[in-house]
């Protein structure tokens, strides 16, 4: 399997000099509802020219969970999110001293007995998202439901990284959770969400490539239930734009209420070839079926789920 950045930096180029020839003139508002504080080591002055420079107007910040070495954590493999990502205090902090364009989540690692209180702790100080929960556990665990059940009391959304046997595992079940949990909204995102827009997906295959079948696993849980949501960030994001076009209209279309931008990406400037978060934006723009839908992925979805002014 090919690896995230070199699988993506050919692709990158021209998406985000056009993204950035966009957004440095636009007015328009950008919700980006996936970054991370010390992203790969990144000082907190390059996330904040980053998210500038990409024209984003409001950022949520995911945290990771406590440093611990158990299987969950691939025993301590994938501790800060696999990425060395900070922790809900240094997101808090870090919002807290950019109000104007800056939110916040809570993460823990899920199965953690202290998961739930430590989360919650964080949701009544203003957390206003749990995730990125990306630790190796079933995604219909008992661990994973009270974390379910926390999101719909709290009335804050969860964002869950699918990847095939590594995160979030059986993926072909969520649509149990989401039967079961109908008041809590569930935000996709990462290798096994995408890859399953295509009813033909491998489940080997994190960058698959070519033609998209409709009808996956993903397109159903989007078209079926209502409390399913798309984060359209990370190289995965990209790839399943970019890969077949005209599928990436059609599905733009049909689930256009659903879709919403974030970027994921630990580059420094927020353009040229390793930004592939404005590349997102550039491919967003150049293929959603209008401007109203465009307008929903990049802003107006995620200010009416996270209920922002």
């Not at 033909?200 to 397109?219: A, E, F, R, S, W």
Request: glycine share 8%.
């Amino acid at each position: 399997m090919t690896s995230r950045r070199t699988f993506l930096t050919t692709s990158l180029s021209a998406l985000a000099a056009r993204s950035f020839a966009q957004t440095s003139s636009a007015a328009e508002p950008i919700i980006d509802i996936h970054q991370h504080t010390h992203y790969h080591d990144r000082l907190d002055e390059h996330l904040l020219a980053h998210q500038k420079a990409m024209g984003i107007t409001t950022t949520i910040i995911l945290p990771g969970g406590t440093w611990l070495d158990r299987p969950s954590t691939h025993n301590g493999k994938s501790n800060g999110l696999a990425a060395r990502c900070g922790t809900t205090q240094d997101a808090f902090n870090f919002a807290k001293a950019h109000p104007d364009a800056y939110l916040w989540g809570a993460n823990e690692v899920t199965d953690l007995d202290t998961a739930p209180a430590e989360i919650e702790k964080w949701l009544k100080q203003g957390a206003c998202i749990i995730g990125e929960q990306k630790f190796k556990v079933e995604c219909d665990s008992a661990e994973s439901q009270k974390l379910y059940e926390l999101a719909a009391a709290y009335n804050v959304p969860i964002l869950l990284h699918f990847q095939h046997q590594t995160y979030n595992l059986g993926y072909e079940r969520l649509h149990t959770m989401l039967a079961k949990f109908p008041k809590t909204n569930f935000i996709g995102h990462a290798q096994a969400f995408w890859g399953n827009i295509d009813k033909n997906h491998d489940q080997k295959v994190n960058y698959p490539k070519g033609k998209i079948t409709p009808g996956g696993l993903t397109d159903r849980y989007l078209a079926d239930y209502p409390n399913m949501f798309a984060d359209m960030s990370a190289g995965s994001g990209l790839v399943a734009l970019t890969r077949d076009e005209a599928h990436t209209t059609a599905f733009f279309e049909r689930h256009q209420d659903k879709i919403l931008y974030g970027s994921d990406c630990a580059d420094h400037l927020g353009r040229g070839p390793g930004c592939q978060g404005a590349a997102t934006i550039a491919a967003i723009r150049k293929l959603a079926p209008n401007k109203a839908v465009e307008r929903k992925i990049l802003f107006e979805n995620s200010k009416k789920l996270f209920r922002l002014a």
